[in-house]
């Protein structure tokens, strides 16, 4: 199963390891298709693949640390 995501990143967390954390603690394997970070923002699409379970726990994750998460829609790469 795949998920594509918009993820919006709070100041606090921009900084933060996100990604590799989704990686080592979910059996998830994420995708950055496009990304913007900068110092009290980011955002980034990215593509989840796994188990429903699994994408559904990473998720919730992402939650926890006040990101917000939307569905990514239409060509992800090209924007």
Do not use: C
Not at 5 to 32: G, K, M, S, W
């Amino acid at each position: 199963m795949s998920e594509h995501l918009r993820l919006t990143f709070p100041e606090t967390q921009v900084r933060e390891p996100v990604v590799y954390h989704l990686a080592t603690r979910f059996n998830v394997v994420p995708n950055i298709r496009r990304a913007a970070i900068e110092n009290h923002f980011g955002w980034m699409v990215i593509t989840l693949d796994g188990d429903a379970a699994d994408i559904a726990a990473a998720k919730d994750y992402l939650l926890d640390l006040g990101v917000t998460l939307d569905t990514a829609e239409g060509d992800i790469v090209e924007g």
